[in-house]
């Protein structure tokens, strides 16, 4: 089994490529603070059921269950996910509906969101290290 193939590193790059493409769509919205007609917009969260789902569908390359007790996990593969309006505020009188303030505190959860799973990621690969002996 190739080392991205486990499963909590599969669910951290998961994570991880959301909150990335989360922060583009953040950016874009603060870019187009002054465009007229321009409608804030945010990725739909990801949703632990539907990922659930599609792992317990998906056991191609999952761990082998041994046990009844085990649960086989594979996080979705998708790296693209969607994207919806945000109507966080009444619109400018030009329809601008971005509001700086909220979309830069969505911005700071997402960098300190992506931070935490990064150092997750990087505990497991040293976890892992220290269990091969190296």
């Given at each position: 089994?190739?080392?991205p ?37 945010d ?49 400018n ?19 300190a969101?992506f ?20």
């Amino acid at each position: 089994m190739d080392l991205p193939d486990v499963p909590l590193m599969s669910m951290l790059r998961t994570r991880m490529s959301w909150l990335h493409q989360r922060q583009d769509v953040l950016s874009q919205n603060v870019a187009n603070a002054d465009t007229p007609g321009f409608v804030a917009r945010d990725l739909k969260p990801l949703d632990f059921n539907d990922t659930l789902r599609s792992s317990i569908a998906t056991r191609g390359n999952s761990l082998t269950v041994t046990d009844p007790h085990h649960i086989s996990i594979h996080p979705v593969g998708s790296t693209k996910f969607d994207d919806v309006e945000t109507r966080d505020v009444e619109s400018n009188p030009n329809g601008n509906s971005v509001s700086l303030e909220s979309q830069m505190i969505k911005v700071s959860d997402t960098q300190a969101q992506f931070q935490a799973a990064a150092n997750i990621y990087a505990k497991a690969l040293t976890m892992m290290k220290t269990a091969i002996g190296h």
